[in-house]
């Protein structure tokens, strides 16, 4: 076992632990606010890709119009699940997917499936790491970068990944959760779907 895989294990359970009363009080408001079911499911892309289910606490409704399609995110997302998402809570249980061996506290973020085809060879590199609770690019504007920012972070975290540098991530996360930086991307409640890539990644190593 790599000394990263034992911090996540000791960090995740230590965690878990301490916050499952913290847990059940989200899960029932959540079962009250929104219904059930109280966690969101979805197949994400793990390590080299692989697909895995992700957990999260649900913050929006499943409302549909008349013909059974969910309606935009912005008209299903209410002040609770907006509260949910500003304070990071209903990332907590992708604790337990850092517990399975899913995810790590600490790497590039699981996008979606679809993604995948759409990845240049240098941005598929983000998948040579576990994909983590929060990452270089979480700590460096979230949602309020452009997806070729984002990805630049993330393949850069890749070549320069190291314990002194997760630790350092994880720091600046705590500090971010507080001042609630980054959360929407302009006036969207999250990113904008990701269309491909536009040009070979170019940037230069100015962050050395």
């Known amino acids: 076992m790599s000394a990263k895989r034992g911090f996540d294990l000791l960090v995740a359970g230590v965690v878990l632990l301490l916050l499952s009363p913290l847990l059940l009080v989200i899960a029932l408001?959540?079962?009250?606010?929104?219904?059930?079911?109280?966690l969101f499911r979805q197949i994400r892309p793990g390590l080299h890709g692989?697909?895995?289910v992700m957990l999260k606490f649900r913050s929006m409704r499943n409302d549909r119009d008349t013909i059974g399609t969910l309606l935009p995110n912005h008209r299903r997302?209410?002040?609770?699940?907006?509260?949910?998402r500003a304070t990071s809570l209903d990332e907590?249980?992708?604790?337990w997917n850092v517990l399975r061996g899913d995810m790590s506290l600490v790497g590039p973020r699981p996008l979606l499936m679809d993604y995948l085809p759409?990845?240049?060879p240098v941005q598929f590199r983000r998948h040579e790491v576990r994909p983590g609770i929060?990452?270089?690019?979480?700590?460096?504007?979230?949602n309020a970068l452009t997806w070729e920012e984002k990805?630049?972070?993330?393949?850069?975290?890749v070549d320069h990944r190291s314990f002194r540098l997760d630790l350092m991530i994880l720091l600046l996360t705590v500090r971010k959760v507080f001042i609630r930086e980054g959360i929407s991307h302009a006036n969207d409640v999250g990113m904008p779907r990701f269309q491909g890539a536009k040009s070979a990644y170019k940037k230069g190593n100015e962050n050395d």
Do not use: H, K, M
């Open 134 to 142: 929060t990452g270089w690019a979480q700590v460096n504007g979230r």
């Open 92 to 95: 907590l249980p992708e604790l």
């Open 118 to 120: 759409l990845y240049s």
């Open 77 to 84: 997302l209410t002040p609770f699940g907006c509260w949910l």
């Open 29 to 38: 408001l959540v079962r009250w606010q929104l219904g059930s079911p109280v």
């Open 50 to 52: 692989c697909p895995f």
């Open 151 to 157: 990805f630049y972070y993330d393949i850069w975290y």
